[in-house]
């Protein structure tokens, strides 16, 4: 049998419904609210048939910041009451999560924003995307932590013969890969569903990365020992990329004993 939730509704539908939330938390928290907008993919104009629902309430100081996340009438509906200066703030900073969730703070559908609030933001995730040092250390960061030890499971698990773990672990690579793609192009993804389209697109790009990611984007993964091939591939370009990019994350430069100083 097959359910019949999550269901498809026009964008139409979904700005009514949000237009109804709106009224809500302006009937609720009153002269408290500063702006209400929509983002992800409705507030971007980007959204299919199943999207749901997510907004921003900015809110001043008299209302605490809370979260809402429900299933209402088959939507799924996210609501983030946040205060003026969180959002400012988060334009402000990269982190591991930036090239995701940076979409949030641009591209937003403002509901009520008499002050151009939602604008404020929006140039100031402009001014933080100029700085190149934060997304340099937070690239070589992502290096450390994700892709040396994914590239290492893929290599272990070759050689162990746990080849069921190879095609996942491309996926691994390629999904990291494009997050460091996205930083060092000081580039955010429209859609986490996209991310990897887009990130193909971009001017700077690793050698090795279109190929397996096109392979990923297909599903075209039963080959093991091809898999295995592009990821050494990727790999290969990857470091070369970070060194003409000037990302060094190794340190046998550096002895151990100044390590844990």
Partial sequence: MTLTYPSSSTREE????????KELMLN???TAVIAIGLYGSLGAGTELPYSDIEMHVIVDDTVSPRDFEFIWNDYKLEINIRSEQE??????IVDMKWPITTGSLIRVLPLYDPKK???RVKQQAIVTMQQLEPFKQLATTYMIHDLYETMGKIRGNMEAGERGYIP???IDLVWETSMVIGLMNRQYFTTRARTIEEAMNLPSLPNGYQALAAKVIQGSLEDVEQVYGWCEDLW???NEWCEQLGIAYK???VSLEA???
């Fill in 14 to 21: 979904k700005l009514k419904h949000a237009h109804m939330i």
């Fill in 236 to 238: 290969s370009g990857l």
């Fill in 251 to 253: 340190t046998e430069h």
């Fill in 168 to 170: 996942l672990g491309a």
């Fill in 117 to 119: 609030y939602f604008e």
């Fill in 28 to 30: 609720r928290y009153d």
């Fill in 259 to 261: 390590m844990f100083k």
């Fill in 87 to 92: 959002l400012l703030q988060a334009a402000k």
